[in-house]
């Protein structure tokens, strides 16, 4: 294992890592967004919410107009505000998911970076870690923790 080669991939690891995550962080889809995959999924599930929300108050409306209770031109307007929120609501579901691709985007270039690192140190890359019959040289879970903690992640 060559030492300055190590030191190199993990500082070149640490600093992909803050940069990308400087990167989500400045995105204009989600400004100040400090967490951006917590955030993108909260966003996310907000949005569902809305469109459910939507969907049905849409249904209400219909109901209404089958009953008569309400008119046709009435009936079109509310429908129409519906639509609207729910078109409104997939945009942000769309936002949301830009987000995500980015942010995983991110994790697969680290994660290019810690194999580059462990097949330096001449360990086994960390895929069969969970499954059985697993090689004994691979990392454990617990090794790959200490290595990102060690990292400040």
């Known amino acids: 294992m060559n030492p300055e080669r ?3 991939l993990l500082g070149g690891t640490e600093n992909l890592l803050r940069e990308g995550l400087r990167r ?3 995105s204009a ?3 100040g967004a400090h ?3 917590r955030e993108a999924l909260e ?3 907000r949005q569902t919410l809305a469109t459910i929300t939507a969907a049905e108050q849409g249904q209400s409306v219909l109901a209404e107009l089958r009953r008569g209770q ?3 031109d009435t009936a079109c307007d509310q429908l129409e505000a519906v639509f609207q929120q729910i078109v409104a609501s997939q945009q942000g579901q769309d936002l949301a998911g830009q987000r995500l691709q980015q942010a995983l985007g991110l994790l697969r270039m680290v ?3 810690i194999h580059l690192l462990l097949a330096d140190a001449g360990l086994a890359p960390t895929t069969n870690v969970g499954k059985t019959g697993e090689d004994p040289a691979s990392m454990r879970q617990e090794d ?3 290595i990102l903690r060690d990292l400040g992640i």
């Open 29 to 31: 889809e989600l400004p």
């Open 24 to 26: 989500l962080e400045a």
């Open 35 to 37: 967490q951006p995959l």
């Open 111 to 113: 994660d290019e970076r």
């Open 144 to 146: 790959v923790d200490a």
């Open 6 to 8: 190590s030191k190199e």
């Open 43 to 45: 966003l996310t599930e």
């Open 70 to 72: 309400i008119s046709p």
